[in-house]
């Protein structure tokens, strides 16, 4: 069956360390991922986008990676901050081939940032 | 430029009534969806529409809810009778035909709770 599966339990961790998150796939084949961000009581807003040709993206301190064959993304957030605490989801194209249209997203992980 | 706007923020009925949620996407945006978030899941698409014509409504359950997009402009999602398991958070995105990416762009989302 088709998946896609973020971190399950929250993450915690202390001001000024990087965070990994993680978002692992199975049975797509994806043109791309992209990550969004989730704050309570809002839409998710998009971060970054990465194609499959491409292994790494940076925009400021955010940096996510994308490996076909392991069908994982993994998002970084360097230097964090409590301002970075949120709910992260990753989603991709399910048709795979950039048709655009339609996005399946992760469950979400919960990062807290403590000070 | 405005975002995309929804409304009402909030909503709390009795089972078996009827309920509407409408959206008005970003200008010039012409892709338009609607998505239901359960709590700490990721949003799921109920129903796409590229200008005035639904073009994914699949996971829509079609004998209680409905949609409609009028002039390619806005939208409205009802359900009649809502049940208690609809109770969740409604989004409405948008997003720019003719990119490949569906980047989207999320509303504030309504949360609709049924007693």
Known sequence: SQKIEQNSEALNIQEGKTATLTCNYTNYSPAYLQWYRQDPGRGPVFLLLIRENEKEKRKERLKVTFDTTLKQSLFHITASQPADSATYLCALDPRGGGQGGKLIFGQGTELSVKP | ?115
């Not at chain 2, 409408?22 to 945006?29: A, L, M, Q, R, V």
């Not at chain 2, 009028?70 to 359900?79: A, E, F, N, Q």
């Open chain 2, 1 to 115: 430029e405005a975002g995309v706007v929804q409304s009402p923020r909030y909503k709390i009925i009795e089972k078996k009534q009827p309920v509407a949620f409408w959206c008005n996407p970003i200008s010039g945006h012409n892709t338009l969806y609607w998505y239901r978030q359960n709590l700490g899941q990721g949003p799921e698409l109920l129903i796409r529409y590229e200008n005035e014509e639904a073009v994914d409504d699949s996971q829509l359950p079609k004998d209680r809810f409905s949609a409609e997009r009028l002039k390619g402009v806005d939208s409205t999602l009802k359900i009649q009778p809502a049940e208690l398991g609809d109770s969740a958070v409604y989004l409405c995105a948008s997003s720019l035909v003719g990119t490949d990416t569906d980047t989207q762009y999320f509303g504030p989302g309504t949360r609709l709770t049924v007693l």
